[in-house]
């Protein structure tokens, strides 16, 4: 958990842990459970395509649901439109959300490439428009374009949420330097989403300013995700602590840690030593 005084803050709520974490892959809804649990983030996404329901929205009773398993009191619950190809599916599946979890909290997804998994900027824009002047507070996932970045957030977008490397690959963070100018002109959250495989990806994402990571598949396909969710904790606390310490600045050539100035040194050869009288 990082520290109460330097909190993560989306659209006036206020979170210590700069870790969001997703519920998706985890071979049990045990492993999904303890896992969340050591992660220490207080922010959870849940893909409203993954709940139970009946082809009009409403629960089916006696089926597993993964909802059962998180406390609704300590999380903040993220729904997300994963699954949506279109603004219209975007649109429904976040009104869906709000009426079964009664927030009106949406993480954006709009991808309508099953290979690649890229998002749809365009609809994103569309969609994340449309959301707002309903009510909706929207993070949305975006690639990492600063231009589309800043046009979400002009529309009201309370974060926005660039990719690392497409989703599930665990190749770690491809775009960072396009990550970088959205960090420095945004003025709202910026969250590195998809892509990151290790907790160094996160820490990097947070050294390099990033508020915050959402991390899914590295967590839950890992041979141990407890450990890795504690893995990834720990990464987020060391790249943020990093960042707020300062980096040194890259340097071309070495330089020496240690002042070269009044340093003992061997006499010349063939020269007497020196006899103090």
Not at 28 to 54: C, F, K, Q, Y
Not at 149 to 168: H, Q, Y
Not at 204 to 232: C, K, T, Y
């Amino acid at each position: 958990m990082t520290n109460a005084n330097d909190p993560l803050i989306i659209a006036g709520k206020t979170f210590r842990s700069r870790l969001i974490v997703g519920t998706g892959k985890y071979r049990t809804m045990d492993e999904m459970r303890d896992a969340i649990d050591a992660s220490g983030a207080e922010m959870v996404t849940v893909a409203i395509r993954r709940l139970p329901l009946d082809p009009d929205g409403r629960s089916r009773p006696g089926e597993p649901n993964l909802m059962d398993y998180l406390d609704w009191d300590r999380y903040t619950i993220l729904p997300n439109t994963a699954g949506c190809k279109t603004v219209e599916e975007a649109l429904f599946t976040a009104r869906l959300a709000r009426e079964l979890t009664g927030s009106d909290w949406v993480k954006l997804e709009v991808i309508p490439d099953p290979k690649y998994l890229l998002p749809d900027p365009i609809a994103t824009l569309e969609a994340a428009g449309k959301l707002i002047a309903d009510g909706f507070t929207v993070l949305p996932y975006i690639h990492a374009d600063p231009v589309l970045a800043r046009r979400l957030e002009e529309a009201g977008c309370a974060t926005v949420m660039p990719l690392g490397s497409p989703i599930g690959s665990g190749r770690g963070i491809f775009t960072l330097e396009e990550i970088q100018i959205i960090i420095e002109n945004a003025s709202v959250p910026v969250v590195v989403d998809a892509g990151l495989g290790a907790p160094s990806d996160a820490s990097l994402a947070l050294e390099s300013g990033a508020d915050a990571v959402l991390v899914n598949s590295a967590i839950a396909l890992a041979q141990d995700p407890v450990r890795m969710a504690e893995g990834f904790r720990l990464g987020v606390e060391a790249g943020r602590l990093a960042y707020l310490a300062g980096r040194i600045p890259r340097k071309e050539l070495a330089q020496a840690s240690s002042p070269l100035e009044g340093v003992a040194r061997p006499a010349p050869a063939g020269s007497a030593p020196s006899r103090s009288s």
